[in-house]
């Protein structure tokens, strides 16, 4: 018998995983939220070692045709490959792409991004420590770069989202904000690798004040008056200043003509002295002219990781990503006295989740009124129904339908993260799309029939009401239970019992479950 509400371990789980598992409730019903939330923000290094296991089993197609020119020359390939690049480290990875793969074959070229947006899939839909997935996403989303930039920002994602963003989604936000900042990724991204001492690029220095810190919500536009705004947020003046402490922040390409890199490109961060204004003065109540060179930048991220504005804007803005638009207002006071409190700590960002999700009952409270994006019910579609994801060569664009694909959101200020912009009629017919192709796919394994126990397969209304439990957890309301049984039945009618799961229409049945309010909302 189906429970008529989500459970408070669901409704905890689902807010900060990309899905709850029965499996997963049962664990935190026995062992308690506490420990769960403890276990989950104590990860390994790396990925735990069945998903590393797992990782390294997979294979990925690649296939294409010979070519010959003048300069160019391959054979046909047709093969299933192991994946090598998401361990690969970062200035192998970024020579390789650029002296080796850069002049072959389309599907090389883009291989490395086709095997992280498969690892990406992979590891949300299977890692055991689901809530440095969530952050991870997270913090991707908020320091957003998108493939669509260019090369230097494609072939620096492998290293931008396993060195720079995974190994600090706990730890100091200083770590996180510094890492972004010299990072080829974001340098490319917000043109700061190109930024001179002549003319001092400001796109990464508003976006550092504006999306990554304070938040647009305390700029201050021209300060015609003269006022001291350092306290409340930013100004023009502030952005000046700002691009002109972080010019000579770039990237180690070596030296280039067309056509012919210098083995010396690293794509490491350096700091370049000849392209470094050295003019910087006032910024944020602190005079830049007594520092020089790399100590200006470096000032620049202090002052803005430290200010107050910064701790009031990302802790409102992780709290609305928990809970929706409307967080409870302790849940938002708790959350910012600890970042205040932790600040500059080597665990700060810990010690915010644990004032979120333990410092009150808040985190397993309903009403559940936050829309799962696209990609996050695909991926907890994937989790609910004990799905195997496998690498594929499609995930690059596989959402681009609904603009929800993984580093494809295509300006800095990242996706949006509210329930309006992602409820609309023709993302849920996307959607739904979507969620059946992938469980008819190679890429998202999973046999329904043989998971139905073979007394429920007798019966359309057991049929229904275990895979409703499966995928929701609880009741439908009544008018969906009813509507849900008399289709499965139908089914029943036409197909004689389980092997209608064979047909197909069990999987559009599933994929239907996935677009109910009662999974959309979490």
Not at 227 to 236: A, P
Not at 409 to 420: I, L, S
Not at 449 to 467: G, H, N, R, Y
Request: one cysteine or more.
């Amino acid at each position: 018998m189906l429970p008529d509400k989500p459970s408070w371990e669901q409704i905890a789980l689902n807010r900060v995983t990309f899905g709850a598992r029965d499996r997963d409730i049962e664990e935190v019903k026995r062992i308690g939220w506490r420990a769960w939330v403890e276990d989950q923000l104590a990860p390994p290094v790396g990925d735990d070692p069945a998903l590393d296991a797992y990782l390294r089993s997979r294979k990925l197609r690649i296939q294409y045709d010979a070519y010959k020119s003048e300069t160019l020359n391959w054979p046909a390939v047709d093969e299933m490959r192991p994946l090598k690049y998401p361990w690969m480290p970062a200035v192998q990875l970024w020579r390789t792409q650029w002296e080796e793969l850069f002049r072959s074959a389309y599907p090389e070229s883009t291989r490395p991004i086709d095997e992280l947006m498969s690892t990406v899939f992979i590891r949300n839909a299977h890692s055991r420590y689901q809530l440095r997935e969530y952050m991870t996403d997270f913090w991707l989303n908020h320091f957003s770069v998108s493939t669509l930039k260019g090369l230097d920002v494609m072939y620096s994602l492998i290293p931008y989202d396993r060195d720079v963003i995974r190994p600090y989604v706990f730890g100091m936000f200083r770590q996180l904000i510094h890492g972004t900042a010299i990072s080829a990724a974001m340098l490319s991204y917000l043109d700061n690798a190109d930024s001179n001492a002549i003319h001092p690029n400001e796109n990464y220095a508003r976006e550092v004040m504006e999306l990554h810190t304070m938040g647009r919500g305390v700029y201050y536009g021209k300060n015609t008056e003269g006022k001291d705004y350092s306290q409340l947020g930013f100004t023009d003046d502030d952005v000046i200043q700002a691009a002109r402490a972080l010019s000579g922040w770039t990237i180690n390409k070596g030296y280039q003509t067309i056509g012919n890199y210098n083995p010396i490109s690293t794509g490491e961060f350096m700091f370049n002295p000849v392209q470094h204004n050295e003019n910087a003065g006032r910024f944020l109540g602190f005079d830049l002219s007594t520092l020089k060179g790399v100590a200006q930048g470096n000032k620049v991220l202090d002052l803005v990781s430290a200010h107050p504005a910064t701790a009031t804007f990302l802790t409102t803005k992780l709290c609305k990503h928990i809970f929706g638009e409307n967080p409870p207002a302790a849940v938002l006071a708790r959350a910012r006295a600890a970042w205040v409190a932790n600040d500059y700590k080597p665990d700060q960002i810990k010690n915010v989740l644990r004032a979120i999700l333990l410092d009150g009952p808040e985190i397993g409270e309903g009403p559940q009124t936050k829309v799962r994006r696209p990609y996050e019910r695909l991926i907890a579609l994937a989790r609910v129904t004990d799905s195997q994801v496998q690498p594929s060569p499609y995930y690059s664009y596989f959402l681009n339908a609904v603009s929800d694909t993984p580093f494809g959101w295509p300006t800095p200020d990242g996706r949006p993260d509210d329930n309006e912009f992602w409820l609309n009629t023709s993302t849920n017919i996307g959607v739904w799309n979507q969620l059946q192709y992938m469980t008819y796919s190679s890429y998202m394994e999973v046999d329904y029939l043989a998971q139905t126990p073979l007394d429920v397969q007798k019966s359309a209304i057991q049929t229904a009401e275990f895979w409703v439990g499966r995928v929701i957890g609880y009741r439908l309301s009544n008018e969906a239970m009813a509507a849900v049984t008399t289709a499965v039945g139908r089914l029943f009618e036409g197909y004689g019992g389980g092997p209608f799961f064979r047909e197909g229409f069990g999987i559009k049945f599933i994929s239907v479950l996935a677009t109910a309010p009662e999974f959309v909302y979490h």
